[in-house]
């Protein structure tokens, strides 16, 4: 796929896909002026920020789904998703744009966790709905 992007007036060429190749001139000088070790350090409290987040977004769904007295995979599967949480088992490696896999990945299974969450919400506002057709269509006054 071929992205063109246009910043500060300046017109740039970055080509992503499966290689992740970037054509930015900044992309490639940005990683050789900072420090390693403190880079490093930043993006594994960064992926345990994002770990913390997680847990939270996943008590919210266990909660949600205990609120709803219903029997969902998604009780199961959100605290298994938080405690296994790349925070804590990939290494933190810069990749060719510069960034971290580790703080990437965190933000992908925290991203994976709300799309759960928001799943959880329409189904209990849904119900409510539901119930809230059938208690009213069913009295006679």
Known sequence: MLIIVVRRGLLALAATGLLNVSLLLRAASACSLIDVNNSTARAVVVAQAWWLAS??????IVLVEISRKGRSLLVVAAPLLAASHPAWWI????APDCTFANVEASQLVFAVLCAMLCYQLLRAWQSAVRSRRSGSTG???
Do not use: G, H, S, T
């Open 139 to 141: 009295a006679v006054r």
């Open 55 to 60: 847990a939270l977004v996943a008590a919210a």
């Open 91 to 94: 290494e933190p490696r810069y």
